[in-house]
């Protein structure tokens, strides 16, 4: 009986062993792990697949290359008028480049062309060939084949605060498209009021480029991925450790003008941390770079945005370069800190977001409460069982004694 019950206890701790880090952890307090590498991008270019002619695939990856990225996204249009040879060419173009530039990874996606334009990553021609011309129905189902969908240059099209308030499973929307920088982006514009308004929209940028122009041109996107791999970008983008810089031309090729690091208490873009009140502080590190164009133009304006309002302005003007860890007093929650900064020659660069959430026991995962209460049961029950284990033994012990002589 005694061997038996050791091995009930054995079990028990094994299994209280198992379960801890799920009982005693916060699945809300997200960080990404410091193992990463970022990439510089274009996510939104067309080829002779859509209305990008005379460009081919295989040009756009030689563009990439003269401008310095790492990756492209095609992103040729689909409409109702796209058939499955036309998808089944593309795609095959696409994965023929991707082996051939070993340099250059070179992603497949689309342009889902309707009444508005979504962009979608990290599909193939058979997930393509069910979407509905429904833009809901559509996201939808980009998000349930395991993609990522963002809607295309909303200036453009005319969109409106609601008109992306109302999509569920958007991950963001283009922040720079063709050279131009989307006014859905400008402090206290649409989409500091969707960030408010519980939308953790984040933005990317893209040349857009058709017939004359490049991949690259204009603008670069910068993700952080977990490697360099296809399913690694796309698994960037959803995370959302993203920024965008715009680019100027250089001896013949394009280059972003700015690099940036930004972290709010050691915590990435795209992600959440945690504060017990409202009277918390944080420490926003900023480290902007203008190297490539250092002593031709110097860092004008630095904002730090939050709930829609520059909750600080640093002005430069005499360097090209800037590090520094900035307190923040009393920070609303929930609430968000992004990034936007200009040169003196005009040119943006732009963070996303990183989330500030608060302690409470309605953001505590229900799953976590069942865990910590079947820990703290069983752990009961272990001293129970420990103690009438030791108790018998002792009483043996004694039973058995042979007597003083």
Same mark, same amino acid.
């Given at each position: 009986?005694?061997?038996?019950?050791?091995?009930?206890?054995?079990?028990?701790?094994?299994?209280?062993?198992?379960?801890?880090?799920? @009982?005693?952890?916060?699945?809300?307090?997200?960080?990404?792990?410091?193992?990463?590498?970022?990439?510089?991008?274009?996510?939104?270019?067309?080829?002779?697949?859509?209305?990008?002619?005379?460009?081919?695939?295989?040009?756009?990856?030689?563009? @990439?290359?003269?401008?310095?990225?790492?990756?492209?996204?095609?992103?040729?249009?689909?409409? @109702?008028?796209?058939?499955?040879?036309?998808?089944?060419?593309?795609?095959?173009?696409?994965?023929?480049?991707?082996?051939?530039?070993?340099?250059?990874?070179?992603?497949?996606?689309?342009?889902?062309?309707?009444?508005?334009?979504?962009?979608?990553?990290?599909?193939?021609?058979?997930?393509?060939?069910?979407?509905?011309?429904?833009?809901?129905?559509?996201?939808?189902?980009?998000?349930?084949?395991?993609?990522?969908?963002?809607?295309?240059?909303?200036?453009?099209?005319?969109?409106?605060?609601?008109?992306?308030?109302?999509?569920?499973?958007?991950?963001?929307?283009?922040?720079?498209?063709?050279?131009?920088?989307?006014?859905?982006?400008?402090?206290?514009?649409?989409?500091?009021?969707?960030?408010?308004?519980?939308?953790?929209?984040?933005?990317?940028?893209?040349?857009?480029?058709?017939?004359?122009?490049?991949?690259?041109?204009?603008?670069?996107?910068?993700?952080?991925?977990?490697?360099?791999?296809?399913?690694?970008?796309?698994?960037?983008?959803?995370?959302?450790?993203?920024?965008?810089?715009?680019?100027?031309?250089?001896?013949?090729?394009?280059?972003?003008?700015?690099?940036?690091?930004?972290?709010?208490?050691?915590?990435?873009?795209?992600?959440?941390?945690?504060?017990?009140?409202?009277?918390?502080?944080?420490?926003?590190?900023?480290?902007?770079?203008?190297?490539?164009?250092?002593?031709?133009?110097?860092?004008?304006?630095?904002?730090?945005?939050?709930?829609?309002?520059?909750?600080?302005?640093?002005?430069?003007?005499?360097?090209?370069?800037?590090?520094?860890?900035?307190?923040?007093?009393?920070?609303?929650?929930?609430?968000?800190?992004?990034?936007?900064?200009?040169?003196?020659?005009?040119?943006?660069?732009?963070?996303?977001?990183?989330?500030?959430?608060?302690?409470?026991?309605?953001?505590?995962?229900?799953?976590?409460?069942?865990?910590?209460?079947?820990?703290?049961?069983?752990?009961?029950?272990?001293?129970?069982?420990?103690?009438?284990?030791?108790?018998?033994?002792?009483?043996?012990?004694?039973?058995?004694?042979?007597?003083?002589?």
């Amino acid at each position: 009986m005694g061997r038996k019950l050791l091995m009930v206890l054995l079990i028990s701790l094994l299994f209280l062993i198992s379960i801890k880090d799920f @009982a005693t952890s916060d699945s809300n307090n997200l960080h990404l792990s410091s193992e990463g590498i970022w990439l510089k991008g274009d996510m939104h270019m067309h080829t002779i697949f859509s209305d990008g002619a005379p460009n081919t695939v295989e040009d756009r990856v030689q563009q @990439a290359r003269k401008n310095g990225l790492d990756f492209i996204i095609i992103t040729d249009h689909v409409t @109702a008028e796209t058939d499955r040879k036309t998808l089944i060419a593309y795609y095959n173009a696409v994965l023929k480049a991707d082996e051939s530039n070993p340099d250059i990874t070179v992603l497949w996606g689309f342009e889902w062309t309707y009444r508005w334009h979504i962009l979608g990553y990290g599909l193939t021609p058979d997930d393509v060939e069910l979407l509905s011309e429904n833009i809901q129905e559509a996201i939808t189902a980009i998000n349930n084949a395991g993609g990522i969908a963002f809607f295309a240059h909303p200036d453009w099209s005319g969109a409106s605060y609601n008109d992306l308030y109302v999509l569920k499973g958007l991950r963001g929307f283009e922040g720079f498209n063709y050279g131009h920088m989307e006014s859905f982006i400008r402090p206290g514009g649409e989409w500091d009021a969707l960030l408010m308004s519980g939308k953790n929209y984040i933005i990317i940028g893209g040349s857009d480029a058709h017939g004359s122009e490049e991949a690259g041109q204009w603008g670069t996107t910068f993700v952080y991925c977990p490697n360099a791999t296809k399913k690694g970008i796309i698994e960037g983008l959803k995370r959302g450790c993203v920024y965008f810089s715009e680019s100027i031309p250089i001896n013949g090729s394009w280059r972003p003008v700015f690099r940036l690091g930004f972290t709010v208490n050691g915590t990435l873009m795209g992600q959440t941390i945690m504060l017990p009140s409202e009277e918390d502080e944080v420490t926003v590190n900023l480290q902007i770079n203008l190297s490539i164009v250092e002593g031709k133009s110097f860092i004008h304006t630095i904002s730090i945005i939050s709930n829609g309002k520059i909750a600080k302005s640093i002005f430069g003007g005499t360097s090209s370069r800037f590090s520094s860890d900035i307190l923040i007093p009393h920070v609303k929650v929930p609430s968000y800190f992004r990034v936007i900064a200009n040169d003196t020659n005009g040119k943006y660069v732009v963070s996303n977001p990183i989330f500030i959430g608060k302690f409470a026991a309605k953001m505590e995962n229900p799953a976590n409460n069942i865990l910590r209460g079947i820990y703290l049961f069983s752990f009961l029950l272990i001293a129970i069982a420990s103690v009438a284990v030791i108790v018998k033994h002792l009483r043996n012990k004694s039973k058995f004694q042979p007597p003083s002589t």
